[in-house]
């Protein structure tokens, strides 16, 4: 059986794959089937549980083969982070500005102490 999976971002783990995929029930379970040669990338055998996996990538596993295919309408992890930066990183916040929240945890803190 042949499915396609949507890759949100530029890749996605081997091990997290299986999860989403359900083609596991754990994490644990498939690093089992890495380690146990089980699982095949592009036709070859792959042994790292974490391997990155990218768009136009092939993955086979017990009877199942996943192309991986590049999400939608979503923006690239480098145009995210450039948006946060240019807010100072906090939503709606000043450059450099603790927001209000962070600012009353931290009140009467010794500035050398850290949790």
């Given at each position: 059986m042949a499915v396609s999976f949507a890759v949100r971002g530029e890749h996605i783990q081997l091990d997290q794959l299986l999860k989403a995929a359900a083609l596991v029930d754990s994490g644990g379970a498939a690093h089992a089937a890495?380690?146990?040669?089980?699982?095949?990338?592009?036709?070859?055998?792959?042994?790292?549980?974490?391997?990155?996996l990218r768009p136009g990538q092939r993955v086979t596993f017990g009877g199942t083969e996943i192309l991986l295919t590049a999400a939608g309408g979503d923006a690239p992890p480098a145009a995210v982070r450039t948006e946060k930066a240019e807010k100072g990183g906090q939503p709606g916040g000043q450059p450099g500005m603790p927001s209000a929240r962070?600012?009353?945890?931290?009140?009467?803190?010794?500035?050398?102490?850290?949790?």
């Open positions: 890495v380690e146990a040669g089980l699982v095949r990338v592009d036709g070859q055998p792959e042994s790292r549980k974490r391997a990155k962070k600012a009353s945890r931290t009140a009467g803190r010794s500035p050398t102490r850290s949790r």
